[in-house]
């Protein structure tokens, strides 16, 4: 049978999305637009209990932001599968459980919290501490108490929970499309929850249902998840529906960059580098988490750099649009073991897209920056500026940094060049230097080098030990673009002027 290709990702808004799951959710999509087939947000929120207000409209906007659009899903408009909130499926999945109630795969459990922990406490020394098919033979459940008994019980109100009856022997299989086949035996599993008397399901069966319900022929989900897969396969089976079970692909984690253990909100703290794709301030703690998009990251290297934390396109390629990605993906790809997050090289991807935007591109932001510190200049010298800064640049939000002096004349000098440079045969160079720029006609990066050299040599100076020195003169800073082309852009006369101010304030040093 081929199925159209469906995939889904399935987040619970219990807070901001992680890296690791935007990452899941870029993977779905790049499987789904490589297969021609569609991609489904699917809000996993029955645990009322972990809801975090904002969580659900944090994912929207950061999928949004990503470029990362689902066909369909919360927030994205339906199919024909909506809703795509659990919370609001909920009378669907009773059915399915009443199923496995009759078929004798689930039963009904009434035992309280304190029983259980009496069982576990009992069960302690003999590694089946679970509720399982060893230690469910001792407790209150619809296996053990007779049929009145349990009928009187549910007629009652009393509270329940529906338990899936995992088998003694019985060899699960689960097929992973990166990891191969895990096979795991059922007396390792517990008889997990389904569904509980306020009518809620549990995760395991609300996901199995969904991914049913909605036609998924695709699960790929982080590595976390690989312990539920055996259930999961096993609820298929019980369910009737192993002829349209999805396959499983479960994705290596992210690792800190030390590379021992999952990289988490903490390491995020410590290192300094965000890993949540937007700003995300929770109002229960005041804490705010630092965001790639207000870190001035362009989405598009943001997910570039993710998409290869785990995958590579088979060669050594590193720069990919996202259409480049979507060609290049696929599952056989991606790796079994964790990927180590690189925050330097995350910079690096953030500096190559901002190396191939064009210069027009690149202006808007500049204007804007030079606007807001209250400076204006013409669009030709503010290209030029680009020009020179882009270079220099990892981020946008860094370019008034790096190209104020071309606005204004410096207010101070760097004081560890100052303090190196400033000898005591500084002050009669630049003075010559003024004079002698004066003197050029056409002020270029070529003229202004040469009559440099000159005036240097002339003084019995090398050249090379005064670059410096002038560079701060003239923009207070001890580094910056090719230093003739940014004494030509300035221009004649305000380096001329700069000189003179520097002299003015430097000169009594010596
Ligand atoms: N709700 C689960 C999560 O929060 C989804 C796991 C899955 O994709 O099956 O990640």
Same mark, same amino acid.
């Given at each position: 049978?081929?199925?159209?290709?469906?995939?889904?990702?399935?987040?619970?808004?219990?807070?901001?999305?992680?890296?690791?799951?935007?990452?899941?959710?870029?993977?779905?999509?790049?499987?789904?637009? =490589?297969?021609?087939?569609?991609?489904?947000?699917?809000?996993?929120?029955?645990?009322?209990?972990?809801?975090?207000?904002?969580?659900?409209?944090?994912?929207?906007?950061?999928?949004?932001?990503?470029? +990362?659009?689902?066909?369909?899903?919360?927030?994205?408009?339906?199919? /024909?599968?909506?809703?795509?909130?659990?919370?609001?499926?909920?009378?669907?999945?009773?059915?399915?459980?009443?199923?496995?109630?009759?078929?004798?795969?689930?039963?009904?459990?009434?035992?309280?919290?304190?029983? +259980?922990?009496?069982?576990?406490?009992?069960?302690?020394?003999?590694?089946? @501490?679970?509720?399982?098919?060893?230690?469910?033979?001792?407790?209150?459940?619809?296996?053990?108490?007779?049929?009145?008994?349990?009928?009187?019980?549910? @007629?009652?109100?009393?509270?329940?929970?529906?338990?899936?009856?995992?088998?003694?022997?019985?060899?699960?299989?689960?097929? *992973?499309?990166?990891?191969?086949?895990?096979?795991?035996?059922?007396?390792?599993?517990?008889?997990?929850?389904?569904?509980?008397? *306020?009518?809620?399901?549990?995760?395991?069966?609300?996901?199995?249902?969904?991914?049913?319900?909605?036609?998924?022929?695709?699960?790929?989900?982080?590595?976390?998840?690989?312990?539920?897969?055996?259930?999961?396969?096993?609820?298929?089976?019980?369910?009737?529906?192993?002829?349209?079970?999805?396959?499983?692909?479960?994705?290596?984690?992210?690792?800190?960059?030390?590379?021992?253990?999952?990289?988490?909100?903490?390491?995020?703290?410590?290192?300094?580098?965000?890993?949540?794709?937007?700003?995300?301030?929770?109002?229960?703690?005041?804490?705010?988490?630092?965001?790639?998009?207000?870190?001035?990251?362009?989405?598009? @290297?943001?997910?570039?750099?993710?998409?290869?934390?785990?995958?590579?396109?088979?060669?050594?390629?590193? /720069?990919?649009?996202?259409?480049?990605? /979507?060609?290049?993906?696929?599952?056989?790809?991606?790796?079994?073991?964790?990927?180590?997050?690189?925050?330097?090289?995350?910079?690096?991807?953030?500096?190559?897209?901002?190396?191939?935007?064009?210069?027009?591109?690149?202006?808007?932001?500049?204007?804007?920056?030079?606007?807001?510190?209250?400076?204006?200049?013409? /669009?030709?010298?503010?290209?030029?500026?680009?020009?020179?800064? =882009?270079?220099?640049?990892?981020?946008?939000?860094?370019?008034?940094?790096?190209?104020?002096?071309?606005?204004?004349?410096?207010?101070?000098?760097?004081? *560890?060049?100052?303090?190196? =440079?400033?000898?005591?045969?500084?002050?009669?160079?630049?003075?010559?230097?003024?004079?002698?720029?004066?003197?050029?006609?056409?002020?270029?990066?070529?003229?202004?080098?040469?009559?440099?050299?000159?005036?240097?040599?002339?003084?019995?100076?090398?050249?090379?030990?005064?670059?410096?020195?002038?560079?701060?003169? +003239?923009?207070?800073?001890?580094?910056?673009?090719?230093?003739?082309?940014?004494?030509?852009?300035?221009?004649?006369?305000?380096?001329?002027?700069?000189?003179?101010?520097?002299?003015?304030?430097?000169?009594?040093?010596?």
């Amino acid at each position: 049978m081929n199925r159209k290709v469906r995939v889904r990702f399935a987040p619970s808004p219990t807070g901001p999305l992680h890296m690791g799951g935007v990452r899941t959710a870029l993977y779905n999509f790049l499987f789904a637009k =490589k297969h021609g087939g569609d991609f489904i947000l699917r809000l996993e929120d029955t645990d009322q209990s972990r809801y975090v207000q904002g969580a659900e409209e944090y994912i929207i906007e950061s999928l949004k932001w990503c470029g +990362i659009v689902p066909n369909e899903g919360q927030g994205f408009g339906g199919g /024909i599968h909506a809703p795509y909130r659990q919370s609001e499926r909920k009378h669907l999945y009773k059915q399915y459980v009443m199923q496995l109630i009759e078929n004798e795969t689930a039963y009904y459990a009434f035992d309280t919290p304190e029983e +259980i922990e009496a069982m576990r406490e009992r069960f302690k020394s003999t590694n089946t @501490a679970s509720y399982n098919y060893v230690t469910r033979e001792a407790m209150k459940n619809s296996l053990t108490l007779p049929k009145d008994e349990v009928n009187r019980r549910l @007629a009652s109100g009393e509270p329940y929970v529906i338990r899936i009856k995992i088998p003694r022997k019985e060899e699960i299989r689960v097929k *992973d499309l990166i990891r191969g086949n895990v096979v795991v035996h059922s007396s390792q599993m517990d008889d997990k929850v389904l569904f509980k008397s *306020d009518g809620m399901p549990t995760y395991h069966l609300a996901n199995v249902v969904d991914d049913y319900l909605m036609e998924i022929t695709h699960v790929i989900r982080g590595e976390e998840w690989l312990p539920s897969a055996p259930l999961h396969v096993f609820l298929y089976k019980c369910l009737g529906w192993e002829q349209v079970m999805p396959e499983f692909a479960h994705l290596p984690l992210l690792l800190k960059p030390e590379g021992n253990g999952k990289l988490s909100k903490r390491d995020g703290d410590r290192l300094g580098f965000p890993v949540f794709p937007l700003q995300w301030h929770d109002s229960n703690t005041g804490e705010t988490n630092a965001g790639y998009r207000e870190k001035g990251y362009f989405p598009e @290297a943001f997910i570039n750099m993710l998409a290869l934390l785990g995958w590579n396109p088979g060669n050594n390629t590193e /720069i990919m649009s996202l259409q480049e990605m /979507i060609n290049l993906f696929s599952i056989e790809r991606i790796s079994k073991s964790g990927a180590k997050f690189d925050a330097a090289k995350t910079k690096w991807f953030n500096q190559q897209y901002l190396r191939n935007k064009t210069n027009a591109e690149l202006l808007v932001a500049l204007e804007a920056q030079v606007k807001a510190h209250g400076f204006a200049a013409a /669009i030709d010298y503010l290209e030029k500026v680009i020009n020179l800064i =882009k270079e220099k640049a990892y981020f946008i939000n860094e370019f008034w940094e790096l190209s104020n002096y071309f606005f204004k004349s410096p207010t101070t000098y760097d004081q *560890d060049v100052v303090h190196k =440079k400033w000898k005591d045969s500084v002050p009669h160079f630049i003075s010559q230097l003024e004079q002698a720029f004066y003197e050029i006609d056409t002020f270029n990066a070529e003229e202004i080098e040469k009559v440099f050299k000159h005036t240097a040599q002339s003084l019995d100076l090398s050249p090379g030990q005064l670059m410096q020195i002038f560079r701060v003169c +003239i923009s207070g800073v001890s580094s910056g673009p090719a230093l003739f082309e940014t004494t030509a852009l300035i221009g004649k006369t305000e380096i001329i002027s700069r000189l003179g101010k520097a002299l003015s304030q430097l000169k009594n040093l010596v």
